[in-house]
């Protein structure tokens, strides 16, 4: 092939609507590559998601001619799932599809991926599915799917001899950040906004980096990143100046999600919609599956979901714009946070292309998301999921989304992250002496509260 972005992408936001998921059959053969893998695997250079315009793999992430993004382009090679069946039980398996060398598992790093698909039976018969599952990301070493794009974003860095990995982050990142900088026995510096949850920033302080509380919203923070990144030449951002190569790691969910499933793609996913990289980065995992002919299945339906107090794409998604407009976020769901988020457009491009849609959720209802899945499966995530949880209920009322088809929905966090969010919807009461009677007190009160 040409490369996994040849007929996978447009040259402009917009156009990716008019494209479909291509359905190789499994025994469709790909045309090898023509590369050999390099510092930087099969990957060939960087072209701009706007204008086409091509440059070499570095450390930019705009485009020269129309400052529009840049991206990863490939000349995949024939790759068989019993090669990948064969391969660590990581991330890495996928190395041969990401901008990594050949040797990656062998230097430090935190080793992510390949958490838990869990299928889900009181959740699917509350909510009417017929088949409904989660993708559970607290498995990952700092408990969110973060590890996985730091982890390419660090391999990247460290081909091009940066000496600091360092972020700006609404938390998870943070932690993520810290975590690969200590291992990998580099410097982090990551900048949060000073509202975080306090265990979002415990969880970075604790690697031993520097740590940035900074006043304001992640944009704020956002744009302090920007020019630090300018100022210090020898420090990646990871989602600023190494953004490219950062965000093919959530391509990983997706071919997961596809590999876990017995090699076929799922009818629908819900992914959650910060700055839209992991939606749009789950939709590509699944066309360069069916172009290796590695899936069975597809098109896959995909929708987003946001927080109502931070919903620019799902606004956008209902006026019918391409634009998005900022906006200053004023939600509980502080992992969603993102006013001004990067890939807004391509999420449209890609909603909009496969038949599904953006939602948002108000806090009430993400709080009661939250409790909804750990009630029903046992899974405590982040306001993140309850957002994408609450979502899911809106879009099966409105009947955009199908409850016959199958589904899976996106647990990006550990809840034990955002304890503040469901403190007040989940109170442990007085306590009671170590007695019987009191404990069959206690019973008794709370059957007649329940009642």
Request: net charge negative.
């Amino acid at each position: 092939m040409t490369g996994a972005n040849s007929g996978l992408w447009p040259t402009g936001h917009g156009k990716d609507e008019e494209k479909g998921l291509s359905t190789v059959s499994n025994s469709a053969t790909p045309a090898p590559c023509t590369v050999s893998p390099s510092p930087f695997g099969y990957a060939t250079g960087l072209s701009c998601r706007e204008c086409g315009h091509s440059a070499p793999i570095g450390a930019q992430h705009a485009c020269p001619d129309c400052f529009g993004p840049l991206e990863v382009s490939y000349d995949l090679p024939a790759v068989t799932r019993e090669q990948i069946e064969a391969g660590p039980h990581n991330i890495w398996r996928y190395k041969d599809l990401l901008p990594v060398p050949a040797d990656v598992g062998r230097t430090p790093n935190t080793e992510p991926g390949w958490t838990r698909l869990v299928q889900t039976g009181q959740l699917g018969a509350e909510l009417g599915m017929r088949t409904l599952w989660v993708k559970d990301e607290r498995g990952n070493p700092t408990h969110s799917f973060k590890d996985r794009v730091v982890a390419v974003a660090l391999a990247a860095a460290v081909q091009m001899g940066f000496k600091v990995l360092a972020c700006p982050s609404t938390g998870n990142l943070a932690n993520a950040v810290a975590a690969a900088a200590a291992r990998a026995g580099i410097r982090s510096v990551v900048l949060v906004p000073g509202n975080l949850e306090q265990q979002k920033i415990l969880g970075s302080a604790v690697y031993g980096g520097t740590l940035v509380t900074v006043e304001g919203s992640y944009d704020d923070v956002n744009r302090l990143a920007s020019e630090l990144a300018e100022e210090h030449e020898d420090w990646a951002f990871v989602n600023v100046n190494v953004r490219p190569y950062y965000a093919e790691g959530s391509k990983t969910i997706g071919y997961e999600i596809a590999e876990q499933l017995g090699w076929r793609l799922p009818e629908q996913v819900v992914v959650p919609v910060a700055s839209g990289a992991q939606l749009v980065k789950i939709d590509k995992a699944f066309r360069e599956l069916a172009e290796l002919g590695l899936v069975e299945g597809g098109p896959v339906r995909v929708f987003g979901a946001q927080a109502t107090g931070c919903s620019p794409v799902a606004a956008a998604f209902r006026a019918g714009h391409d634009v998005v407009q900022p906006v200053r976020p004023d939600t509980i769901a502080k992992s969603l946070a993102i006013g001004n988020p990067a890939d807004g457009p391509y999420v449209l491009d890609v909603v909009r292309r496969t038949g599904g849609a953006v939602a948002d959720a108000g806090d009430a209802e993400i709080v009661e998301g939250i409790r909804l899945l750990a009630a029903t499966e046992g899974i405590f995530g982040e306001t993140a999921v309850g957002t994408t949880l609450a979502v899911l209920r809106t879009l099966i009322r409105s009947g955009q989304l199908d409850p016959g088809a199958e589904t899976v929905i996106i647990n990006s966090g550990d809840g034990l992250k955002t304890l503040d969010a469901v403190a007040s919807a989940a109170p442990a009461g007085p306590p009671i002496r170590p007695r019987l009677a009191d404990f069959e007190a206690f019973e008794a009160r709370r059957a007649g509260a329940a009642a």
